[in-house]
């Protein structure tokens, strides 16, 4: 007669620790009232696009990230894409860019005409390695912008990328998908570059269902893109150049406003949700977590472990299905790499970055969202320290 062993992972037997399952994200729409109270005005106006709604969301976006000038896009993609056919990305010529990113970043160069020229990761937190790109952008054929990515919402070290754009004489354009709230050294990521591009999509830390803020201190730029999102119509449908309609609605702005109350006080209870999850993993060998400089903010857009599967004794693939067992849902943010996706086999890239495969083969990403408690992040790091003595039989 054997009872339920609370000492055993749910591999080997043990009871799970989310008998019911725990999703990776899930989003509960803040401040139900207030949103239906906005969409109703919406709907009464009259107008579902090119409304104060969009111009509101815009200017509440850059009161908060403290950046002269905003403009709201139907979603960050498009926003890069429009950004860098600003920048004069286009006729073939190589971007420079993570390959430890989303797919979309390589995408919206593409789409802007340019080649995808895929640099390494830092090994620390697994943004873009300055070191590494600046040494491909010398190499590269006429480069014509270099792109960074906050992975996570850590704040890549824009300083030092700033100053090899400005050597190599080409714009920097960061995707800031996952960075809306995070900080460098006390300034909001909004203001680097020549322009940041957010996302608000719903995996996202602020969300406007579908949706994206570009972000820039260029009052050039910003008054270009508001042509760009619509057509390239300047008022007279005499369009000046090939935009898209990347416009965002005014139903979506009415929920991006929603979700931008309250983001920094999000942010930092994401904060404190990864320190309860630090100190409950501390000690176990081989794990890590990507975090952001000392004195930096991140938004943790997602809480991702980075596991060194010999001194841990699992690799991540093996960890994922140990904690599907639990109950817990992971991903493998990013697996796998930009450079290696079919998309860009063509490419030729696939085996260019070593420290970033290497990278991206140890990284495993669990649950985190903006209204978990304690104890639940709790629990999911105690399933980890549960499952890693037994990480021999489960490997
Ligand atoms: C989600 C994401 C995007 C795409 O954002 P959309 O708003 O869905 O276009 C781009 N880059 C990164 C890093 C992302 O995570």
Redesign the pocket.
Known sequence: MTTTDLTLPAALGGAPAFPDGLPLTRVRVPDREGLLSRLGDVLDSGMLTNGPTVRALEERAAELLEVEHVVAVS????G?MLVLQAAGVGGGRPVVMPGF??S??AHAAHWAGGTPLFAEAREEDITLDPADAEARLKAADRPAALMA?H?YGTPCRVEELQRIADAAGVPLVY?A??GLGSRRRGVPIGNFGLAEVF???P??VAVAG???LVATRDAALAATLRTARDYGNPGDYDTLFPGLNARMSELHAAVGLTWLAGLPERVAHRGALVAEFAAAVAGLPGLRLALPEEGDVSTF?DLTLILDAEAFGLSADALARALKAEGIDTRRYFHPPVQRQKSYAHLGQAEALPVTDRLAASVLTVPLWSHMDAATVRRVAEAVVRIQPHAERLG
């Open positions: 979603n960050c993609t498009a890069l990113t989303f979309a970043t990515t992975v995707d998908a996952h996302s608000m999509s995996t996202k579908e949706g994206g857009k």
